[in-house]
T-cell receptor
């Protein structure tokens, strides 16, 4: 079955450490997204990419970085500059349709905590 | 600028009762509207979406939503709640922003509790 795979499911970060969250999709979707979810705040867009080797900042990109070297993969690095990284991170993908690019399929998320 | 307001962070209904989850939006252009469902420790799943045409949209799991332009609302309903409907529900709006590209904004979510 096609879908989005996020790994790991749980991740712990030490102070000053960078960590990378993996996101792989086999849906052949052009667009991929990273969202951060905090209780009571809904989803906030971190980065998105509509084509390989190109990506755009979302609303809360500070302290995060991404790459899009392959259509299937869109890893997110949470850098030490992100002072409050504890959250649930969701990766999504989507095809171009009438409404432009819009997240259509989501992975099961990675829960990141500070040690 | 777009925004989405979900009225009530928590809603509790009895099994078999009507489910009504409220969503109001603001958008300067005709919007596309969505409802998603999220089960614990999982990603979001698209329930239904409104693009153009018929204002009553039917989705999966017996849910439907009605786009009311005059009220800027897109409330989600289900005639009879089931225990398996207990989850968090997110309303979202997407429109062509100032830069010409589409942007999707999510509401803060409403957690639905279903009592036996």
């Amino acid at each position: 079955d096609g879908g989005i795979t996020q790994s790991p499911k749980y991740l712990f970060r030490k102070e000053g450490q960078n960590v990378t969250l993996s996101c792989e999709q086999n849906l052949n979707h052009d667009a991929m997204y990273w969202y951060r979810q905090d209780p009571g705040q809904g989803l906030r867009l971190i980065y998105y990419s509509q084509i390989v080797n190109d990506f755009q900042k979302g609303d809360i990109a500070e302290g995060y970085s991404v790459s899009r070297e392959k259509k299937e993969s869109f890893p997110l690095t949470v850098t030490s500059a992100q002072k409050n990284p504890t959250a649930f991170y969701l990766c999504a993908s989507g095809l171009l349709w009438t409404g432009g690019y819009q997240p259509q399929h989501f992975g099961d998320g990675t829960r990141l905590s500070i040690l | 600028a777009q925004s989405v307001t979900q009225l009530g962070s928590h809603v509790s209904v009895s099994e078999g009762a009507l489910v009504l989850l409220r969503c109001n939006y603001s958008s300067s252009v005709p919007p596309y509207l969505f409802w998603y469902v999220q089960y614990p420790n999982q990603g979001l799943q698209l329930l239904l979406k409104y693009t153009t045409g018929a204002t009553l949209v039917k989705g999966i799991n017996g849910f439907e939503a009605e786009f009311k332009k005059s009220e800027t609302s897109f409330h989600l309903t289900k005639p009879s709640a089931h225990m398996s409907d207990a989850a968090e529900y997110f309303c979202a709006v997407s429109d062509r922003g100032n830069t010409g590209g589409f942007k999707t904004i999510f509401g803060a979510g409403t957690r639905l509790f279903v009592k036996a």
